[in-house]
């Protein structure tokens, strides 16, 4: 699993490394695979996945493969079930789960933490985006637009 996560950032990386010269470096990583240890955390590594897939498709992010190499360093902290007894979920008699994403962004001395969840916009997120995908669609979303308000702060 840990050669099959190596492999797709690094294809991932080398795919983006063709894209926009203006796309800012971002490295993606978790606690646990700092010092070139591998994460034994197979939550983290799914949510490393399904990541790369949704930052992979932001025009201003281009993952890079090496931390020396990134502006961002995004590291997935881990991830949350909680359940939601929202009025619809009670109307309906069931249980629904809203699962989030979370990561921390850390820019030169600037660090703050994001999350992202499973919660709202319909079931799943579509075709093929399941909670946890679309928990991490939603932190790519948000990252996508810090890079956009902070894009001159970024390019000092």
Not at 23 to 38: D, H
Not at 139 to 150: H, L, P, S, T
């Amino acid at each position: 699993m840990t050669k099959l996560l190596t492999l797709l950032l690094v294809s991932a990386a080398t795919v983006v490394l063709a894209g926009d010269p203006a796309s800012v470096p971002l490295f993606l990583t978790t606690p646990a695979t700092i010092g070139g240890f591998t994460d034994p955390n197979k939550e983290r590594q799914d949510s490393m996945k399904d990541l790369v897939e949704a930052l992979g498709k932001k025009k201003n992010i281009r993952l890079v493969a090496a931390q020396e190499q990134a502006i961002i360093v995004l590291e997935v902290l881990g991830r949350d079930v909680r359940e939601d007894s929202g009025s619809f979920t009670k109307a309906f008699g069931g249980k629904n789960e809203v699962k989030t994403v979370r990561v921390k962004l850390s820019a030169g001395a600037f660090v703050t933490e994001l999350s992202g969840s499973s919660a709202g916009g319909g079931f799943g997120g579509g075709p093929g985006r399941g909670a946890w995908k679309k928990a991490a669609y939603k932190v790519a979303d948000q990252i996508e637009a810090w890079i956009r308000d902070n894009q001159a702060q970024l390019s000092k």
